[in-house]
């Protein structure tokens, strides 16, 4: 199992930009996918960004997309996750996920199929 410490979690105006990090203990020679996932209080959870180690496909929910951006620090094992333009509905826990040993594409849709959770990091957007 990967362990994952989610950091940069905080309270930003309507408009502004936040920076996550997730600090994972893979390898730069791993094979494996990493996703960026929120939840807010009376919804689902909801999958924003994903990445996948083997040619370094990325995938993006679709109410995040342009908005977010995912990337990674190969060499610290730390992902990161942009997010510009923040709106209150942006307002949530995030989450970092991993599923290491493979080379398949990643998910934002399928939540199963990671199977180390970081315990996320409060983002709160509000005037």
């Known amino acids: 199992q990967v362990q994952l410490v989610e950091s940069g979690g905080d309270l930003v105006q309507p408009g502004g930009s936040l920076r996550l990090a997730c600090a994972a203990s893979v390898s730069p020679g791993d094979y494996y996918i990493i996703g960026w996932f929120r939840q807010a209080p009376g919804k689902e959870r909801e999958g924003v960004a994903c990445?996948?180690?083997?040619?370094?496909?990325?995938r993006y929910g679709e109410s995040v997309k342009g908005q977010f951006t995912i990337s990674r620090d190969n060499a610290k094992s730390t992902f990161y996750l942009q997010m510009n333009n923040l709106k209150t509905e942006d307002t949530g826990v995030y989450y970092c996920a991993a599923e290491t040993g493979t080379t398949g594409a990643c998910s934002v849709r399928d939540a199963w199929v990671y199977d180390s959770w970081g315990r996320g990091t409060q983002v709160t957007v509000s005037s």
């Open positions: 990445l996948s180690s083997v040619d370094i496909v990325i």
